[in-house]
């Protein structure tokens, strides 16, 4: 019996060696929501007089991270045969960015710089967006010859760009001085919702165009 004991034992010993290289790699491939997690729980402490509501948005956050992270490490540590831990793990990650943009917030509302960085990072996937399909309207009018469709193409291209070139100008304008040359009402704040309104017309005329196009 005392043999047999002492052969478990050593088994038991042996399994644990063993594992503890795999234990390490999960650890390595899940850690960084962790980390996540404890930059969350600082931002808190950091938030603790001042900001209470971004505290409380700060803890929720890094809870929900440290929860993702345990769900990611059973999903590794089951060799993957429980979808519903990947699935856990999707979900808290997801609400847990969503409440750092939340904190974020609550920042931004006695802060008026990352109030303003907030709307300003609104612009800028905007501008990304609207340099994206001007490029994609150029790329396919490029191609074709003089008609009705190249036409509408062009025009489209062309008052995106000056609708671009404004934004281009007054973007870093509002984000360090607080003030924007187009908005409140201005003229250059009408033009530029005129341009944008116009290549919004034109572009969905080119778009039309492009797919009666296609069918032919």
């Known amino acids: 019996m ?15 060696v063993s594992l503890h290289p795999k234990f390490l790699a999960i650890i390595k491939e ?3 929501l962790a980390v996540l997690g404890s930059l969350c ?16 948005f700060a803890l929720a956050s890094a809870s929900l991270f440290l929860a993702a992270f345990a769900f990611s490490f059973l ?20 609400l847990a960015v969503l409440l750092l943009f939340a904190t974020i917030f609550q920042f931004g509302v006695n802060v008026p710089m990352i ?25 396919a009018v490029r191609r074709e010859e003089a008609n009705l469709f190249y036409t509408f193409g062009w025009i489209g291209v062309i008052l995106g760009i000056s609708a671009l070139v404004i934004a281009a100008i007054d973007l870093p304008f509002y984000l360090f001085s607080g003030e924007s040359i187009a908005r409140g009402g201005s003229s250059l704040f009408v033009l530029y919702f005129l341009l ?12 039309y165009l492009t797919r009666k196009k296609a069918k032919k």
Request: aromatic fraction near 20%.
């Open 196 to 207: 944008n309104g116009m290549m919004i017309v034109f572009a969905v005329i080119f778009l």
């Open 41 to 56: 729980v600082a931002i808190s402490a950091f938030a603790h007089q001042s900001y209470p509501e971004a505290q409380a």
């Open 30 to 32: 899940v850690y960084p």
């Open 2 to 16: 005392k043999r047999l004991s002492e052969s478990k034992g050593e088994d038991l010993e042996k399994k644990l």
């Open 115 to 139: 109030g303003r960085a907030f709307t300003s990072i609104a612009s800028i996937f905007t501008f990304v967006f609207i340099s994206w399909f001007c490029y994609v309207m150029y790329k």
């Open 75 to 94: 999903f590794e540590v089951s060799t993957k045969a429980f979808p519903y831990f990947a699935l856990m793990s999707y979900i808290s990650t997801a």
